[in-house]
């Protein structure tokens, strides 16, 4: 068997998102863009459709969520670094909606294969990725996966590689930042779901080991509406610092946490997007920290007072220019860029579309790839594309650098702002 995914949209084109039945897989309809150049229509020998398109597959959850364009402009960006053809051949996107269902993801995953995908991009949600990975190494396909879960990435895959960050590799960062900031008491709240967990599970031992106190540890599905009783432990408990790990950055805890009292610093293991400020409004954003590789912001200017990077600098301008000068709202939406980057890179090297053993080998020899998250290098065997990640935090409207919020005095205003005595 191979290859992937719902919705066939030709590149440079709008994306179109499948309703799915409850149960029952969906049949996205194709939209065409107006007709490229004509390409070499010869096959490989290995490319199962017969039709010379390298074919890219994509499962995610997209109902009620902006994605769906912005992860079409996203993967149009990457594309154009390849002037819109990856060995001279036209590429093809097929979408499937897994309308925030893992049961759905292995759907999708089966309806895909069947649609011969030569690479898969998986879903964002790594409870997605979990269930659907064993069907794409049994199919051999080449399987980029965007949940940041560190236990997604296992000893017995041979074609799925992370196409996102690994928070858990975050967690180190998280543990030193505390410590730098002469803090000793924590909270902790994790969500119920399996990418929560596994952070839980790695950053606790690095926590003990530090010699911090946990003084409050409260959990909850991110499907909870109700958090009084675990923020009035966690208020209670007066820690220095909370540390909070759930599926959609545990947005509807923290605003709750906020209403509570608490108005220390939060550190949040995903991004802080425009997406969360927008749910939980401007004050009760501030001072949420995340190590991450990079986050949203609500202009270019904004962009380049924070610091933001000179890779994802370029990628927000190109991005402002698609899209008529709106920005993605969404971090994720830098994760589906990154992991079409690399299905390209990897197929370039490989000098193949259709070769998933090809593939495989090439994308292990990937190394300098310049990313929205920085370098990407797959050299060191762990099948992990980023190993770096910066500190960051969301404050009086904007995400900067914590080094570059410190250093222009931010400190100093969060305990003047917040009354804490550190």
């Not at 949209?9 to 149960?23: D, E, K």
């Not at 390849?82 to 759907?107: F, L, M, R």
């Not at 992370?162 to 930042?177: D, M």
Request: proline share 3%; glycine share 10%; charged share 20%.
């Amino acid at each position: 068997m191979k290859k992937l995914f719902a919705a066939i949209l030709a590149v440079c084109m709008v994306l179109t998102m499948a309703a799915c039945a409850s149960g029952t897989p969906s049949t996205p309809a194709a939209t065409t863009a107006a007709p490229t150049a004509a390409a070499d229509t010869t096959a490989s020998a290995s490319d199962t459709n017969g039709d010379g398109v390298y074919r890219i597959g994509v499962y995610n959850y997209l109902a009620g969520l902006p994605l769906g364009t912005e992860e079409d402009i996203a993967f149009q960006i990457a594309l154009d670094r390849y002037n819109g053809k990856i060995n001279g051949e036209d590429v093809e996107w097929v979408i499937y909606d897994t309308q925030n269902n893992p049961s759905e993801a292995v759907t999708g995953v089966q309806y895909l294969i069947g649609k011969g995908c030569d690479a898969v991009i998986g879903s964002f949600q790594s409870a997605d990725v979990v269930a659907a990975y064993p069907y794409l190494e049994e199919a051999k396909i080449f399987n980029l996966m965007s949940g940041t879960s560190g236990s997604i990435v296992t000893p017995d895959q041979k074609y799925s590689f992370r196409g996102a960050f690994n928070a858990n590799l975050t967690a180190k960062t998280y543990v030193e930042l505390i410590q730098k900031l002469g803090y000793e008491n924590v909270a902790v709240f994790y969500g119920q779901d399996e990418a929560s967990i596994s952070n839980y599970e790695d950053i606790k031992p690095l926590m003990d080991a530090a010699g911090l106190n946990i003084v409050a540890t409260e959990t909850g599905s991110h499907l909870d509406t109700d958090y009084s009783a675990q923020c009035m432990k966690i208020v209670n408990a007066n820690p220095d610092i909370v540390y909070v790990v759930c599926s959609g950055a545990g947005v509807n805890f923290v605003k709750q946490l906020r209403e509570y009292g608490y108005n220390g610093f939060i550190m949040n293991k995903d991004e802080w997007m425009t997406s969360h400020v927008d749910v939980c409004g401007e004050e009760f954003s501030n001072y949420i920290i995340g190590v991450v590789p990079y986050t949203t912001y609500k202009s270019l200017d904004a962009a380049r007072e924070a610091g933001a990077s000179e890779n994802v600098m370029d990628f927000l301008e190109k991005y402002a220019e698609k899209s008529g000068g709106a920005l993605p709202t969404l971090g994720i939406t830098y994760r589906m860029h990154d992991a079409a980057l690399i299905a390209f890179e990897a197929a370039t090297k490989a000098g193949t579309n259709h070769d998933s053993d090809a593939l495989v080998e090439a994308c292990l020899q990937i190394n300098d790839l310049q990313g929205c998250g920085g370098t990407i290098d797959f050299t060191q065997g762990d099948r992990e594309p980023l190993h770096s990640f910066t500190p960051i935090i969301y404050c009086d409207g904007g995400s900067k650098t914590f080094e570059k919020w410190e250093a222009d005095g931010g400190y100093d205003a969060y305990l003047q702002n917040t009354g804490r005595a550190k």
